[in-house]
């Protein structure tokens, strides 16, 4: 690919960098940065230090996505970080960023299992080492009715699917997070089955714009954002991009999910498995045809597919999204 790379270290990142990296580490990050993929390969790891689990650290060997299609404003980190959803530890948007602070993510091990030729378990380092990290600019669009523009880093889905040879019988991606009472005290007061669980259709696993997802801001990811690896499927509402990975298991039917699980005020359900973003469905309880991006004032009109119709809408193609929402 001859796209630009985005060197991991900007000049303006130097100091605070060097206070938590180490000076290893830190030269370690110069000496990556603008060598990038020839560097992503003769690294012995793509974290600078290891990930701790409570920091993030810069990633390495970065490159820029075509999949990059919005030239919409990035949204401040800060309100990435800190107005978010990660039920696991408390069900206020300001609870993640308080309450994820400790969270434990090194080792981590994420399993695939199911319909697949190759099953298999695969460490953070295995699963950097899968395709070369891409930075993703992409909407995301909460059900809530608030937004983000975030530049995520990660690698397209379908080279776990590859990786993974799903049989012939596999129509599905059923997606578990990981979940711990002592680690996430808070879970069991937040109304959902846990561990969360999430899943996709198979050909809709395989678009490339489903991301595999391990970091965001040139970084691994935040605790709270879902570290250290996550999905974004950025079509879809929030709550389809499961945090905190531990398995990926390929089924013949669709799998149950915590949301479509979930009965809300009215003990009805209220979300659906499919949950593609659109303005003229309306949740049971508000309205889909506006958000507010965090960090601005007015609304905005919410886009059909979250904007991504040219590269998903055919998906779809024949189904009612009214009974299929
Ligand atoms: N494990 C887990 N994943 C989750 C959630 C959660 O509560 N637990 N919340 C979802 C919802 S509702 C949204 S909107 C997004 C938010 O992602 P962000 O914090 O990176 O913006 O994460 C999704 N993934
Ligand atoms: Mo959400």
Request: with cysteine.
């Amino acid at each position: 690919m001859a796209d630009k790379f985005k060197p991991d270290l900007t000049y303006s990142d130097v100091t605070p960098k060097t206070l938590y990296m180490g000076r290893r580490n830190f030269l370690l990050g110069l000496a990556a940065t603008g060598a990038a993929v020839t560097a992503y390969k003769r690294l012995p790891g793509l974290f600078a230090p290891r990930a701790t689990g409570s920091v993030p650290v810069p990633l390495n060997g970065v490159v820029q996505s075509k999949y990059t299609t919005t030239g919409e404003k990035v949204t401040p980190e800060n309100w990435v970080t800190s107005y978010n959803n990660y039920y696991e530890f408390g069900v206020e948007k300001d609870d993640p960023s308080k309450n994820a602070k400790n969270f434990v993510t090194s080792p981590w091990t994420v399993s695939i299992e199911g319909e697949v030729a190759k099953p298999q378990k695969l460490s953070m380092d295995d699963i950097l080492k899968v395709a070369p990290l891409e930075e993703r600019v992409y909407r995301h669009r909460c059900v809530e009715a608030w937004s983000i523009v975030v530049p995520w880093i990660g690698y397209s889905f379908s080279n776990i699917v590859k990786l993974a040879e799903p049989t012939p019988k596999a129509k599905y991606v059923a997606f578990e997070t990981y979940y711990d009472r002592k680690q996430m005290p808070l879970g069991s007061e937040a109304g959902i089955q846990l561990p969360y669980r999430e899943g996709l259709r198979l050909d809709e696993a395989m678009n490339p714009l489903t991301l595999l997802c391990v970091g965001m801001y040139g970084e691994t990811l935040p605790n709270q954002d879902g570290a250290p690896v996550r999905i974004v499927v950025p079509w879809k509402y929030g709550f389809k991009s499961a945090k905190s990975l531990v398995k990926i298991r390929f089924v013949k039917s669709e799998p149950e999910t915590t949301w479509d699980m979930f009965t809300g005020v009215n003990g009805t359900p209220e979300y659906g498995f499919y949950a593609n973003v659109n303005p003229n469905v309306d949740h049971p309880r508000w309205s889909q045809a506006k958000e507010r991006r965090l960090g601005e004032f007015l609304k905005r009109p919410t886009l059909m597919f979250n904007g991504y119709g040219d590269l998903v809408a055919s998906l779809y193609a024949g189904m009612d999204l009214r009974k299929n929402f």
